[in-house]
């Protein structure tokens, strides 16, 4: 008896660096930054020429060659929320709504939020003077409303994710089969849902 309780103690030892490892190196995963999914109007395109696209898609629908996020379909003041707990660094809200495309570097008025992991989530063409000030948030968090600001053609919101704080590379929140391992807590076949990690 005694001998198995030291055992299990020396199993338990053996294990606790690799469950600290693994929890400061754990990648975020988001959930769906809106209260329902709307549908899209556009997915990221994997392949880096002009003139051509390659999207992953679980949910037939549209791309625009070289578009680096997701589009929903969120119709003008539909509330935005934060996709996981982060860091508010950089924030626009003066960007009229439609009519010029170059404010906000293209996204208009937006929210970047920094993760855990160092990643970085853009909410773009936001509604003007929506997007908050809060410095720190939780996951599921008010952040603002879509809108139709900077480079945008109609009222939506453009969902992004960079690797880093610089606009270097930048990533899909879909990945896998339908519903393999993604950036999203839930990919639910295409359709993430609002469970925060
Ligand atoms: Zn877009």
Not at 128 to 134: A, D, E, G, R, S
Not at 161 to 172: A, E, F, K, P, S
Not at 191 to 196: F, K, M, N
Request: proline share 5%; with cysteine; aromatic share 16%.
């Amino acid at each position: 008896m005694k001998k198995t309780k030291i055992f299990l103690v020396f199993v338990f030892l053996l294990m606790m660096p690799v469950l600290s490892l693994n929890n400061a190196n754990a990648t975020t995963l988001y959930r769906l930054p809106l209260a329902s999914n709307p549908g899209y109007n556009a997915w990221f395109d994997h392949n880096a020429s002009v003139g051509s696209e390659l999207r992953y898609d679980c949910v037939t629908n549209f791309s625009y060659d070289n578009h680096h996020g997701t589009d929903f379909a969120a119709s003008f003041g539909t509330s935005i929320y934060s996709g996981a707990a982060g860091s508010l660094y950089y924030r626009v809200d003066n960007c009229p709504d439609g009519s010029q495309p170059s404010c906000g570097s293209y996204y208009g008025n937006h929210v970047r939020l920094w993760h855990a992991d160092g990643r970085v989530t853009i909410y773009a063409h936001m509604r003007q003077w929506t997007p908050i000030w809060y410095q720190s948030v939780l996951c599921g968090v008010y952040i603002g409303q879509s809108g139709n600001s900077g480079q945008s053609s109609g009222p939506h919101l453009h969902f992004e994710l960079w690797q880093n704080t610089g606009i270097g590379t930048r990533l899909d929140f879909f990945g896998g089969n339908c519903n393999s391992p993604s950036y999203w807590v839930n990919q639910n076949g295409g359709w993430p849902t609002t469970q925060c990690q």
